[in-house]
């Protein structure tokens, strides 16, 4: 084993190798690469290897072709399906949108009748329940956007002190 100029001529034969093509004429280095091969096995192996490898890349394009259909398909069945949970999605939110506005129309009703009830009771003018009611109802808009603007307020002052 001399490991500098074998290595260095086992490279050059495998760089020769792997970027031969069969349509270029042999210059020099491909006599030089015939002697090579001639006398070493393991480039003879490798050039055997990259014959084969090339070989193989040949049946490819039919492959690549039934795999590209394959993997279009894939695609195509993906998107319809995401399309199809997108519109159920869709479904789902719309289904929840009138439960919810059914439910608040509901309550507000119950709540309407409740405060009529208690109004009655109370002996109070239909109008003073009727604020009150009308109160009840807002309230909770109200904190919700009381608390929103507090959250803005305080985000901006976050954005604030990272700017200043
Ligand atoms: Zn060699």
New binding site residues.
């Given amino acids: 084993m001399n490991p500098p100029t074998?290595k260095d001529?086992?490279e050059r034969?495998?760089t020769l190798i792997a970027l031969a093509r069969p349509e270029a004429p042999s210059g020099s280095d491909q006599t030089w690469l015939a002697a090579?091969?001639e006398t070493?096995a393991?480039?003879r192996a490798f050039a055997e290897n990259v014959r084969e490898t090339v070989h193989g890349l040949r049946a490819i394009p039919i492959a690549a072709e039934r795999s590209l259909v394959s993997t279009t398909q894939t695609r195509v069945r993906r998107r319809a399906l995401e399309l199809q949970r997108h519109r159920e999605r869709l479904w789902l939110v719309s289904v929840s949108c009138i439960a919810v506005t059914l439910s608040a129309l509901l309550s507000a009703v119950a709540l309407w009748r409740g405060f009529e009830w208690l109004g009655g009771q109370a002996r109070l003018a239909s109008s003073v329940w009727q604020v009150g009611f009308l109160v009840f109802c807002v309230m909770p808009a109200l904190v919700a956007g009381i608390l929103l603007l507090a959250r803005d307020t305080h985000l901006a002052d976050h954005t604030g002190s990272y700017e200043g």
């Fill in positions: 074998n001529a086992h034969a495998r090579h091969l070493c393991s480039c």
